[in-house]
């Protein structure tokens, strides 16, 4: 696979001595945005730290852009263009919101998008309006668009999102819709975890379920709707 892809096999990861994945397979080809779905506790947010490197024992294959990263530290691969947003909003609340993108900059990367503040602000048009704001007196939903917006000031070629869409009211979740939908035209892979299937299928093209740490389908979010029996048994309903 060339270009921004992602490809995983055979991927096991553990908590201590508890082993949370097993044999996690899956691909994202460049420019794709692909859902990993499942209930509570399935192992999403655990595989998306176990890519990047934030797990203190896992095995198996991970490459990324034709390079195995699988043992390199996180901030190699962040380097390489992997970018991140875990679950827990990680921004300074004491820091504007300029100030903050201005933390997440890093150098042009050849090939992908390069974001400026200016590009952000007409991505997530909420965050424009409150710029010298700090960090802090924000809603849920606006840091959880900060925080989307200084990790793309990294200019990643693949981001991970962890459940972008939780918590957040209709109105907000449909911004952030829109935001990623952008973000995809700009020729970004994303993979997103997600408990919403309302919300996956307004923007991803194919879907992998966890349960129980191991992936128990994958296709199409067209093959995912016609298939009543796996929403039922994995999904939330
Ligand atoms: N720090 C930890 N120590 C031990 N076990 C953990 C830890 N964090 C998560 N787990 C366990 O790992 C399993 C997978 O959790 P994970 O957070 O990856 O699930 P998830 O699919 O992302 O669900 P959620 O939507 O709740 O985040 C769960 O059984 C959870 O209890």
Redesign the pocket.
Same mark, same amino acid.
């Given at each position: 696979m060339t270009g921004a892809g992602l490809r995983v096999r055979d991927l096991d990861s553990f908590?201590g001595p508890?082993q949370?994945l097993f044999e996690v397979g899956f691909d994202v080809a460049p420019g794709e945005v692909v859902a990993l779905l499942?209930r509570?506790?399935?192992?999403? /947010?655990?595989t998306l730290r176990s890519l990047m490197g934030l797990m203190a024992r896992r095995e198996g294959e991970i490459s990324f852009r034709d390079t195995r990263i699988e043992t390199l530290p996180t901030y190699e691969i962040a380097r390489l263009g992997l970018g991140y947003v875990p679950?827990d909003r990680r921004i300074f609340t004491e820091l504007t919101v300029e100030e903050n993108l201005t933390v997440g900059q890093q150098r042009p990367r050849e090939g992908v998008t390069t974001w400026t503040p200016e590009r952000l602000y007409a991505l997530f048009p909420n965050l424009a309006e409150m710029r010298r704001r700090p960090g802090g007196q924000m809603s849920g939903g606006e840091q959880q668009m900060l925080t989307i917006a200084r990790t793309l000031m990294g200019n990643p070629s693949l981001i991970l999102l962890d459940?972008p869409s939780e918590g957040l009211a209709p109105k907000i979740i449909e911004q952030m819709a829109d935001a990623i939908v952008t973000m995809k035209r700009e020729g970004l892979s994303i993979v997103i /975890?997600e408990?919403n299937l309302h919300f996956a299928r307004l923007i991803c093209d194919r879907a992998y379920i966890?349960e129980k740490g191991r992936i128990r389908f994958q296709g199409s979010m067209a093959e995912l709707e016609a298939d009543e029996a796996v929403r039922n048994q994995y999904l939330a309903v």
């Open positions: 908590y508890a949370i499942g509570n506790g399935a192992g999403k /947010s655990t679950e459940e /975890s408990q966890l």
